[in-house]
């Protein structure tokens, strides 16, 4: 019970800390969803790193590790490391810079903007809503079963996604964007510190240290891939380095990039970006694969850092870390709250007549009232829909972000872009998102079992379409390989079908 | 010539992500525990936080740093 008590203390923290935002808030949009754009240095780190990372940095990672090896630390963290600070370096801070001269707080505000079309912005909400709204419900889940394994099944399941949605509607509706930020200080510390101190007390729970159970690994034929990557396709590696692309096409991370008070605090987040990601992810990824000596046989192996920390740490330090975790969950999740909220005030209250009516005050209050009844609703679908649907939605929401991000780079880069390459853009990737689903679950049926080649899943089409274990792939590359230059394609050359924007607009950006 | 050695950098560091001589080997574990493969990619890690760095440095878009606030939308 000691660990629930723990993790009960760092909840009340965090839901004291989000009230005590709300005595600085002033009763404007750009003050509650954007902090008055005053997040500076250190705090804009840690909280554009919270904004990034989940639950699946720490139980994730370790559990892929657990099923597939050392490989998923290459397929998913260091491509990360080197994509996303290049794409916060040259998207974000243009970004910054746009919201701040001519008032931008979404990026369907900007894109409106950009190509003199409210359709445009329209068609890109509900996309970019379709694919947010799942991963804001499975985090939800993440949480409930978090607080339920780290008690030991004392909380349930249903109280645990209560008490997650709770807080975080708490710390969101009271404190908007500056108190997720403050929190998101204390949230990050925890979690980035989570790996070395669990990587530390386990390896002094082992006395012959971790080389030993690395070399019975590696020498016996029946393990040993868990320590190369030779279950591992090089499409399958080299398709994943274009998912972190998404990144800072996710609602949340661009409102992070709006919420800066200057450019310069860029500056130091991109630089350490790839060791906070290598200080979380290095040590879950290494005990991960551990775990399969340690606490062989798992059912689920994303349970495995918990299995390690309850057999090898003491009771206290077992709750402070699984606090740890918790604050992973709940760090990007009050992220997408804030951003579905922020969305659908801005993008459709506001913008449909909402702000001239209610003026901002109003909008605030809209704002907090959508708060509610969207984690209302989400918990509530948290409760009653299998989490594998979701799973498979966030996977999908990846690629079709990462598709959007040659629009984004369109609209700030290229002068000649239009609105209907943008559009093409867009159709694209929800066509593909449609399509892959359908695939995806036609192939059910199709699954290889482990160490297995690809099944083909149409003959008449050769390798064209096949399914791996949890994929379906396109000449053996994830969905996402066409769905990325499909989009800069049909971006490029309807663009130069079609009219270019207005004069005004192009020397308003492109001054 | 600047922006041509800074593309460059950026595009020999993304393909040295793709280490497939490191594919089917384990040996030599790096501290004597690290399998060479995740003890590489930990490298480019570092070697991405490097290139960040030189990227502040030389190619920083300074001309954002004068942006006057406008009206909220």
């Known amino acids: 019970m000691i660990p629930v008590i723990v993790v009960g203390i760092y909840l009340v923290i965090i839901a004291v800390i989000g009230s005590v935002a709300y005595t600085r808030g002033k009763s404007n949009t750009e003050d509650f969803f954007l902090a008055g754009r005053s997040v500076g240095g250190l705090v804009f780190f840690l909280s554009i790193f919270a904004t990034n990372m989940t639950a699946f940095a720490i139980l994730g990672s370790s559990g892929q590790a657990y099923r597939q090896g050392i490989g998923i630390y290459g397929l998913m963290a260091s491509s990360s490391g080197f994509v996303i600070p290049l794409t916060i370096f040259f998207i974000g801070t243009r970004l910054w810079a746009l919201g701040k001269k001519f008032g931008h707080q979404t990026q369907v505000s900007f894109f409106r903007d950009r190509w003199e079309c409210d359709s445009i912005g329209t068609v890109i909400f509900v996309l970019s809503v379709v694919m947010l709204v799942p991963y804001m419900i499975i985090s939800i889940m993440g949480g409930g079963r978090v607080l339920a394994d780290i008690s030991g099944g004392h909380v349930a399941y249903w109280l645990g996604c209560l008490v997650v949605a709770l807080v975080v509607t708490m710390n969101v509706f009271f404190g908007g964007m500056r108190g997720t930020v403050w929190v998101n200080v204390f949230q990050t510390i925890l979690f980035l510190l989570f790996g070395a ?63 800066a008070r200057k450019v310069t605090v860029f500056k130091r987040t991109v630089i350490f970006y790839p060791l906070a990601i290598m200080a979380i992810w290095l040590p879950c990824v290494f005990l991960g694969v551990l775990g399969t000596q340690l606490v062989p046989g798992l059912k689920n192996p994303d349970g495995v850092l918990l299995h390690l920390l309850t057999d090898h740490a003491p009771v206290w330090l077992a709750g402070i870390l699984g606090a740890g975790i918790i604050s992973a969950v709940m760090g990007s999740d009050t992220h997408q709250v804030l951003a579905v909220s922020t969305m659908f005030t801005k993008d459709v209250f506001a913008h449909y007549g909402g702000k001239e009516r209610f003026g901002e005050s109003g909008s605030v209050v809209f704002a907090r009232v959508f708060i509610v009844f969207v984690t209302v609703v989400a918990y509530f679908v948290a409760l009653n829909t299998p989490e594998s649907i979701f799973e498979l939605a966030v996977r999908f929401a990846f690629s079709g972000f990462a598709a959007m991000a040659p629009v984004m780079v369109a609209a700030l880069f290229w002068k000649r872009s239009t609105k209907y390459g943008a559009l093409a853009s867009t159709l694209w990737v929800a066509a593909c998102l449609a399509g892959t689903w359908w695939i995806q679950r036609i192939s059910d049926g199709m699954i290889p079992t482990p160490g297995q080649p690809p099944t083909i899943i149409f003959p008449a089409f050769g390798h064209l379409f096949e399914r791996t274990i949890a994929n379906a792939t396109c000449f053996g590359f994830l969905p996402v390989v066409p769905m990325v230059f499909g989009s800069v394609v049909l971006m490029i050359f309807v663009s130069l079908l079609t009219p270019a924007p207005g004069e005004a607009t192009i020397k308003k950006y492109f001054p | 010539m600047k922006k041509f050695l800074l593309f460059l950098l950026i595009a020999v560091v993304y393909l040295l992500h793709q280490d497939f001589w490191n594919w089917r080997v384990s040996h030599p574990l790096v501290f004597g525990f690290l399998p060479i493969g995740l003890a590489y990619q930990a490298g480019y890690s570092i070697l991405a936080s490097i290139m960040m760095a030189i990227l502040v440095r030389t190619a920083w878009p300074k001309h954002l740093e004068n942006v006057e606030g406008g009206e909220p939308k």
Request: proline share 8%; hydrophobic share 50%; charged share 15%.
């Open chain 1, 197 to 259: 101190v669990a990587l530390a007390v386990i390896r002094h729970a082992l006395p012959g240290g971790f080389g030993d159970y690395i070399s019975k690994i590696a020498d016996n034929p029946k393990t040993s891939y868990l320590v190369t990557r030779e279950r591992m396709s090089p499409q399958f590696f080299w398709s994943y380095t274009l998912i972190p692309l998404s990144s800072i096409m996710f609602p949340h991370m661009a409102m992070m990039c709006f919420a």
